[in-house]
Structures are given as structure tokens and as C-alpha cells.
């Protein structure tokens, strides 16, 4: 099988490893608008070649649109455009305003919507990793659009690279995904400009930082360009759970103002339940 992968980030790229690595694809071939990543694909035998879209989209048997999802609407819709009988799956992080654009495409069942639940704060081809995707889920919405060839197409390669596959509606994905992924890396930028504010001698932050705050402010590393997008397209989501987030931690801040210790270990308390989701 010719793998088309769009975007040679640390989606594209780890994923183009775990095909690489479990044989599901005798060919990958690579397309990014970065000549640099590019380059850098090809140097870490990512991928076997780069081409231009249109070229690429000839002889693929299958795409993967693995862009930021600023630039995802417009690249699938090239892509389904120009598509005969291949398979095409993009790795978006928000599902609604993609799917909406193509509820209608004549194409449409050509298309399988995913989001792989992996991820790391780091990005472009270096970040690429041969186990970002083993063990974990990926969300398929809408797979009643989907046609029966294109949806098994699809979760096989996602069982070979060792992922199970759940479904949503494109509404559910984003609502869960702004309390679980998007509020996080809010929080945590919010947390980097904090300490970067309060604590200027960044000598200190890096002698005194524990595994506690590296694990917290981790996210605030990740690609602002990625987020930004994201965040703008699953707005109506994000801003309910931010404003939630705001008012526990509001009341957590008064808490300590009145000193009023029981309530604060009550709020503790009732937080540790994360266990029983969180279960590393």
C-alpha cells in the first residue's frame, strides 16, 4: 500500500515510524509546505519521498492529513477534490468545523475523521517517535458518513499500530476535549507566564523546579502557533470549561484568604477521585 502523509510533524512522523515498523505500508511518501521539514523526513527515512500534494494524491492508496487544523479544512478539501477511490483520514484535534465542511462532498465517503488521543508537547520531524501511538485511542466521528471500505481501511491501520478506536459525535469529541487536552494546555500556559512573571532570576526556576512542576508546566512548550488554532476553532467548548476551571480556582483562592483549612482538604479530597480515571 502508498501511504500519503500531509504534514511531516510529530503526527506524520511518528505515525509514518509505527507504519514503517508493524509493514503496513510498502511506500510513504511526504508532503509539507516546510522545505525544512522536509529535508529532515528524508534524512530520518521518515518517509521514502516528498512530492507536491497533486503529485503525492496520483498514486496514493491511502492520505493522511496530519496538518494543524488551521490548515486542515482547506488541505482536505484538495485532497477529496482530486481523490478517485483512496482512503483519506486526517488526525485533527477538533472535529466539528471539519466535519461540517464535508457532510455534503460528494466525496464524503471517502473521508474518515479521527483524532488520535497521543500526543507530546514537542514538534516538527525530530519530535517523531516509534511508540507515540501504542496503547493509546483514537476518536472516528461520524462513521455512518464514512463508507463500510473507507472506516475499515482506516481502524486496521489504526489496530496495527496498536490503538483502539472509540466513537463520537463530532460534538461530544469537542466537548470532552476541552475539558481534557485543551483546558489543560490553557492551565498550563497560564502557569508558565506565571513563574516566568513572578520569578525573573530564571536560574532559580531551573534549580529549584521538581518533577511536580515539570510535569504541570510541560504543555507550556508546546507549539503556540498548533494551540492557537485549535483553541479559536473549539471556542465554544473552551470557554464554558475555562470558566469553570476560574471559579474553582477562585474558590480555592478564597479559601486560603480565610484560612479556612477544612474546606480546602474537602476541595483536595474530592480531587483525588482523578484516581479513578487517571489510573498511572
Given at each position: 500500500m502508498t501511504v500519503v502523509i500531509i504534514g511531516l510533524g510529530l503526527m506524520g512522523g511518528?505515525?509514518?515510524?509505527?507504519?514503517?515498523?508493524?509493514?503496513?505500508?510498502?511506500?510513504?511518501?511526504?508532503?509539507?509546505?516546510?522545505?525544512?521539514?522536509?529535508?529532515k523526513a528524508l534524512e530520518l527515512n521518515l518517509v521514502n519521498e516528498i512530492r507536491t500534494l497533486d503529485d503525492a494524491v496520483i498514486?496514493?492508496?491511502?492520505?493522511?492529513?496530519?496538518?494543524p487544523v488551521a490548515a486542515s479544512i482547506g488541505i482536505i478539501a484538495q485532497v477529496l477534490d482530486k481523490a478517485l477511490d483512496q482512503v483519506v483520514v486526517d488526525l485533527g484535534s477538533t472535529k466539528k468545523e471539519l466535519c461540517l465542511n464535508f457532510n455534503t462532498h460528494p466525496k464524503r465517503g471517502n473521508y474518515v475523521s479521527a483524532h488520535p488521543i497521543a500526543g507530546t508537547e514537542n514538534s516538527g520531524p525530530k519530535a517523531a517517535c516509534s511508540n507515540l501511538y501504542k496503547n493509546k485511542k483514537v476518536v472516528v466521528c461520524e462513521k455512518n458518513l464514512s463508507s463500510d471500505q473507507a472506516l475499515s481501511v482506516a481502524i486496521e491501520m489504526f489496530n496495527k499500530i496498536g490503538m483502539s478506536t472509540v466513537f463520537m459525535t463530532p460534538d461530544e469529541h469537542d466537548k470532552h476535549l476541552a475539558y481534557i487536552s485543551h483546558l489543560s494546555h490553557i492551565?498550563?500556559?497560564?502557569?508558565g507566564l506565571t513563574v516566568l512573571d513572578l520569578?525573573?532570576?530564571?536560574?532559580?526556576?531551573?534549580?529549584?523546579?521538581?518533577?511536580?512542576?515539570?510535569?504541570t508546566a510541560r504543555l507550556a512548550?508546546?507549539?503556540p502557533e498548533m494551540w492557537n488554532a485549535i483553541i479559536a476553532q473549539n471556542k465554544e467548548n473552551v470557554l464554558p470549561a475555562l470558566d469553570s476551571y476560574i471559579n474553582y480556582?477562585?474558590?480555592?483562592?478564597?479559601?486560603?484568604?480565610?484560612?479556612?483549612?477544612?474546606?480546602?482538604?474537602?476541595?483536595?479530597?474530592?480531587a483525588n477521585k482523578i484516581r479513578k480515571i487517571i489510573k498511572e
Open positions: 511518528s505515525l509514518a515510524i509505527a507504519l514503517n515498523e508493524v509493514g503496513f505500508s510498502q511506500h510513504i511518501i511526504g508532503v509539507d509546505s516546510n522545505p525544512t521539514h522536509c529535508k498514486d496514493a492508496d491511502m492520505i493522511i492529513v496530519a496538518t492551565s498550563s500556559f497560564a502557569l520569578e525573573k532570576d530564571e536560574k532559580n526556576i531551573f534549580n529549584l523546579a521538581g518533577s511536580g512542576f515539570s510535569s512548550k508546546s507549539s480556582l477562585r474558590a480555592f483562592r478564597d479559601d486560603i484568604i480565610n484560612s479556612n483549612e477544612k474546606e480546602l482538604k474537602i476541595k483536595m479530597t474530592n
